[in-house]
């Protein structure tokens, strides 16, 4: 069964970058679509950027896509999402969704 494994959570301070991962362990992500979601606490899980595998054509939520990078790797098994000059309102966990599947999130707190 394919699981999903998202990495590089952690405490970032305003202002600071972040690169998060998303692997299929032992699968590959062929052509379809990868996508970023994330959920703040007490509010509901929002879309936060997806690629397609195809032809790396990305998709952002338009209020952060100026400081936001999804990109995949060649062979089909890794996703990245890099968030620059994070704020606050950045915390939550995040979640690296493929079709019907979804990791365990990797969680991210942006504070001082």
């Known amino acids: 069964q394919l699981r999903l494994v998202e990495s590089g959570g952690g405490v970032v301070p305003p202002g600071g970058s972040l690169r998060l991962t998303c692997t299929a362990p032992?699968?590959?992500?062929?052509?379809?679509?990868v996508s970023w979601y994330r959920q703040a606490p007490g509010k509901e899980r929002e879309f936060v950027a997806s690629i397609m595998y195809s032809n790396g054509t990305p998709e952002y939520k338009a209020s952060i896509e100026h400081r936001t990078t999804i990109s995949r790797d060649p062979g089909q098994t890794t996703v990245w999402l890099v968030m620059n000059v994070m704020e606050p309102a950045d915390t939550g966990t995040y979640y690296c969704?493929?079709?019907?599947?979804w990791g365990q999130g990797t969680p991210l707190t942006v504070s001082s």
């Open positions: 969704n493929f079709g019907t599947f």
């Open positions: 032992g699968h590959k992500f062929g052509i379809n679509k």
